[in-house]
């Protein structure tokens, strides 16, 4: 069974920082990429940023860039992505989504992922 679990979110004030985590099972980490996307209320889901288990190559959405830095713990099977300077906009549930392969022009692309995990919520106070 595929399974991809989000955790770390929280409360945080604007300028903290949070650790996500999604742990992944069920399939061949290596041959994925992970991509975190964010939705806030009414508004569309967005990709935040993607890393590629195979070659660690990283995407980033230009609202994130410099702020947030994604890694992956290929033993761990786990894809963390390390949010500082936050802003209430980040305000959003995270999900963390697979896919293979990952295609640069493509990253943010939600429908181009088979799997999701259920999200975790992120709320920045100001």
């Known amino acids: 069974e595929v399974q991809l679990v989000e955790s770390g979110g929280g409360l945080v004030q604007a300028g903290g920082s949070l650790r996500l985590s999604c742990a992944a099972s069920g399939f061949t980490f290596d041959d994925y990429a992970i991509g975190w996307f964010r939705q806030a209320p009414g508004k569309g889901r967005e990709g935040v940023s993607c890393?590629?288990?195979?070659?660690?190559?990283?995407y980033y959405a230009d609202s994130v860039k410099g702020r947030f830095t994604i890694s992956s713990d290929n033993a761990k099977d786990t894809v963390y992505p390390q949010m500082n300077n936050l802003k209430p906009e980040d305000t959003a549930v995270y999900y963390c989504?697979?896919?293979?392969?990952?295609?640069?022009?493509?990253?943010?692309?939600?429908?181009?992922?088979?799997?999701w995990g259920q999200g975790t919520q992120v709320t920045v106070s100001s």
């Open positions: 890393i590629s288990s195979s070659d660690g190559s990283t």
């Open positions: 989504a697979a896919t293979t392969p990952v295609v640069a022009g493509f990253w943010a692309v939600f429908y181009e992922y088979d799997y």
